[in-house]
């Protein structure tokens, strides 16, 4: 039979389903908001990094000269020196797709050693910037510091965030 009891148990399986599909709901959101929030955060380094890297290797003088635009002169504080300029560069450069690579990968290992090697560069970096305040103010110390430090210490540590890409991809 069709009795009550089997009426009961179909209900019960059928409200237990929905309150899965409703939790799986929910937690893809949380997800697909986690995956968003790192994605952004890895191309934003990716950006910063390429961008400062190709214009330190194409053009020395004017990096040296310019940076960060806009009418700063931040670099000017020594004598130009193509070589460390362009060492630095380089680094920026391998940064900036370190993190690019981790953006379009999405493997949590490769996102924690994204926001690790960002972290290990821009702390000692950024802590140079807001110990000598007086050759670039709290604004070049600030910048230095705050976009580097708190995506790499985010992106080190997000390993849920991740998302396995299909690695044929």
Not at 92 to 105: H, I, K, N, P
Not at 110 to 118: H, P, S
Request: proline letters at 3%; charged letters at 15%.
């Amino acid at each position: 039979g069709g009795g009550a009891g089997s009426t009961a148990a179909r209900w019960r399986r059928r409200q237990y389903s929905r309150q899965v599909a409703a939790q799986a709901t929910q937690s893809l959101e949380v997800l697909v908001k986690r995956t968003t929030i790192t994605t952004g955060g890895l191309l934003i380094l990716a950006a910063v990094g390429i961008e400062i890297g190709i214009w330190g290797l194409v053009s020395p003088r004017s990096f040296y000269e310019s940076f960060p635009g806009l009418g700063q002169h931040w670099l000017r504080e020594g004598a130009f020196d193509e070589h460390l300029l362009r060492d630095f560069a380089a680094l920026q450069l391998a940064l900036g797709c370190l993190a690019g690579w981790a953006a379009w990968r999405r493997r949590a290992d490769l996102i924690a050693a994204a926001g690790l090697t960002w972290l290990v560069w821009s702390v000692p970096h950024g802590y140079y910037h807001l110990a000598h305040v007086s050759s670039g103010g709290w604004l070049q110390g600030l910048s230095a510091v705050a976009l580097p430090v708190l995506a790499g210490a985010v992106l080190a540590t997000s390993r849920s965030s991740a998302v396995e890409r299909d690695p044929s991809r």
